[in-house]
């Protein structure tokens, strides 16, 4: 690998960090305004669920395909390909708006597409930044990508209501096109250093196959990986019932209004977090850290659940929204150090496909627990002393008991030495 000085590579990666925060920003815009029009338009919740479903479904069908890619091909020309394609289905949707001829179908169909685009992008952009970035500064650097998100959770409500009043529909995808210019133009304006390629004795379909399935063997061959991936595709799968259900919860005792003020607490406990986690870099014994603030955030959500009270329920997403950043950030900085940079595009690539495996499930099963199993439960006298009476609180309920479940599943995985001891086992790969 060439020899690249830290402070040039960190002026890089603040120069990309930026660009992709942009379209990050851009996207939430379009994603927050397109839901709105399916749900105007159908006022059907499975139209509007449906979204999420062709955004998720290529991130956790094609990510292995992805992997191998992102380690053939350069992660700068992978980066620039996967914003060019999902700016390119951003402008179609902008054009079918403006022509009056746009359907529920070509949303779905370009949402899809985009996300193929996307599940190229999120394994190349990590793997890059461990190129990009001292070690002894990915926690910082991975913070700060954090803080991208929180970015986007806090600005996306607010700006694109104003911008769909303003210029429609179509004049907010037009603002999330020009932030994939951004991107495109600010990758364009740098150069990555590049990991050393191992030559490949086969290019043909049983090798692409092999490479396909090496992320999922090297995981294996490494308990405490493996263990730490199962942990967070538990722990995703809890956060996928809190987004399908928190909104109807909410909207059972409070405003839209007050809905919103909610949601924007809940960004800016992102916000926090990730300015934490830019400044501090994260714990020193990152397993740890990720351990004690995922089960604080399980306590975080049986404050959500406990009582319909506006001020009880923004305390607790404030606090489960500011451990995101650094528990996100110190696990993206274990696995960046301990897995070489010339194969972290496959070993990444399968880490998402398996973490984001269990989010499909919790937005199906989410709705029909709540509606048949807590909710007439606590309509028929069940835990009101606890949760009290009313529309929503049986979805209320299940919070309190996915806080319980988050908090021992953190316990459990303190209790497992594999996972525990992780960082003093694995070798660093980053030098």
């Known amino acids: 690998m060439k020899n690249h000085s830290p402070a040039r590579n960190m002026h890089v990666f603040f120069i990309v960090w930026a660009g992709q925060t942009a379209s990050i920003v851009g996207s939430a815009l379009t994603s927050f305004a397109l839901g709105i029009w399916v749900y105007q338009q159908t ?17 956790v069908l094609l990510s292995p395909l992805a992997g191998v890619l992102v380690d053939r091909w350069s992660r700068r020309m992978v980066m620039i ?21 746009i359907e529920i179908w070509h949303i779905y169909l370009l949402s899809g597409i985009s996300a193929v685009f996307g599940t190229l992008q999120w394994p190349a952009y990590s793997a ?34 104003v911008l769909v009043l303003t210029t429609h529909v179509q004049g907010v995808i037009l603002v999330d096109f020009a ?41 294996v061959a490494r308990p405490g990986l493996l263990g730490l991936l199962v942990f967070f595709a538990l722990v995703n799968f809890l956060w996928g ?53 995922e089960l604080s955030s399980g306590i975080c959500f049986m404050l959500i659940g406990l009582r319909p009270w506006a001020w009880l329920v923004a305390l607790g997403v404030f606090g489960a ?35 984001r495996s269990t989010a499909p499930l919790a937005y199906a099963i989410a709705g029909p627990l709540a509606d048949r199993v807590f909710e007439p439960l606590v309509n028929a006298g069940g835990f009101t002393q606890i949760v009290g009476a009313g529309v929503g609180r049986g979805v209320g ?21 594999r996972i525990r001891h992780i960082e003093e086992e694995l070798p660093e790969a980053v030098p």
């Open 43 to 59: 006022g059907s919740f499975t139209q509007f669920a449906l979204i999420g479903l062709f955004t998720v479904l290529p991130r």
């Open 81 to 101: 390909l996967a914003d060019a394609g999902a700016g390119v289905c951003t402008l179609a949707l902008a054009l079918l708006f403006h022509a009056g001829t």
């Open 128 to 161: 890059a930044t461990t190129l990009l970035v001292n070690k002894e500064q990915l926690g910082r650097a991975n913070g700060m990508i954090q803080l991208g998100q929180a970015l986007s959770e806090i600005l996306a409500p607010a700006l694109a209501g």
């Open 179 to 219: 932030t994939f210019l951004i991107a495109v133009g600010t990758l364009l304006f740098v150069r990555f250093p590049e990991p050393a390629k191992k030559p490949t004795t086969s290019t043909g379909i049983a090798s692409l196959w092999s490479e396909m399935g090496f992320g999922w063997r090297y995981i």
């Open 241 to 293: 019932m809190v987004g399908a259900l928190i909104t109807p919860m909410i909207l059972g005792f409070a405003s839209a209004d007050l809905l919103g003020i909610i949601i924007s607490i809940a960004g800016i406990g992102m916000l926090c977090g990730s300015l934490i986690m830019s400044a501090w870099g994260g714990p020193k014994n990152q397993v740890a850290g990720i351990l004690l603030f």
């Open 321 to 355: 929204h500011l451990t995101i950043a650094v528990i996100n950030g110190s696990n993206q900085t274990i696995w960046q150090r301990k897995v070489a940079p010339e194969i972290q595009g496959r070993v990444f690539a399968t880490r998402q496909m398996i973490a």
């Open 397 to 417: 309920l299940l919070f309190i008991v996915m806080g319980i479940v988050k908090v021992a599943i953190s316990l459990g995985a303190y209790l497992s030495p």
